[in-house]
């Protein structure tokens, strides 16, 4: 019992240093990323035109931030289920996700009239940890169903 114990506590501050690292990505995202639209839409946007983008800048860092939160969010999925199974399904639903939310993001950024709307949600969900917010009960209740 007490190696079980022993053994949650270490989960739970693992947990909790891969939400800190979450809270530093969110805390330092403007010397991190390149990414004019985090201004642009704290502001007046849907009267504004979209501001220029340094197109290869601006995707390089929309990548490497989704990547970061998924590592993340991979990790507290493998810490709260311990699962190789789901580990696998969850690296494959990041893989899968990220590739139909950057063609949005293209086809949105490309568009003779931009859906500023669209363009903020895709982006949205590239950029925060949202799918960790949605799988983690969704996995929960799987494993309960399965046990």
């Given at each position: 019992?007490?190696?079980?114990?022993?053994?949650?506590?270490?989960?739970?501050?693992?947990?909790?240093?891969?939400?800190?690292?979450?809270?530093?990505?969110?805390?330092?995202?403007?010397?991190?990323f390149y990414d004019p639209l985090l201004?642009?839409?704290?502001?007046?946007?849907?009267?504004?035109?979209?501001?220029?983008?340094?197109?290869?800048?601006?995707?390089?860092?929309?990548?490497?931030?989704?990547?970061?939160?998924?590592?993340?969010?991979?990790?507290?999925?493998?810490?709260?289920?311990n699962d190789l199974k789901m580990l696998?399904?969850?690296?494959?639903?990041?893989?899968?996700?990220?590739?139909?939310?950057?063609?949005?993001?293209?086809?949105?950024?490309?568009?003779?009239?931009?859906?500023?709307?669209?363009?903020?949600?895709?982006?949205?969900?590239?950029?925060?940890?949202?799918?960790?917010?949605?799988?983690?009960?969704?996995?929960?209740?799987?494993?309960?169903?399965?046990?």
């Amino acid at each position: 019992m007490l190696k079980n114990l022993f053994q949650n506590k270490l989960k739970l501050s693992g947990i909790l240093l891969l939400i800190c690292c979450f809270m530093l990505i969110r805390l330092y995202e403007n010397e991190l990323f390149y990414d004019p639209l985090l201004v642009y839409f704290k502001s007046n946007y849907m009267s504004l035109p979209l501001p220029k983008l340094n197109t290869e800048q601006f995707i390089f860092g929309i990548v490497f931030r989704y990547f970061l939160n998924s590592i993340l969010s991979i990790a507290i999925i493998q810490l709260v289920f311990n699962d190789l199974k789901m580990l696998k399904f969850a690296t494959l639903l990041y893989l899968i996700l990220f590739i139909l939310l950057m063609v949005l993001l293209f086809f949105f950024l490309n568009s003779e009239i931009p859906n500023k709307m669209a363009l903020f949600y895709v982006r949205r969900f590239l950029i925060q940890p949202l799918f960790l917010l949605l799988f983690l009960p969704a996995f929960y209740i799987q494993n309960k169903s399965l046990k």
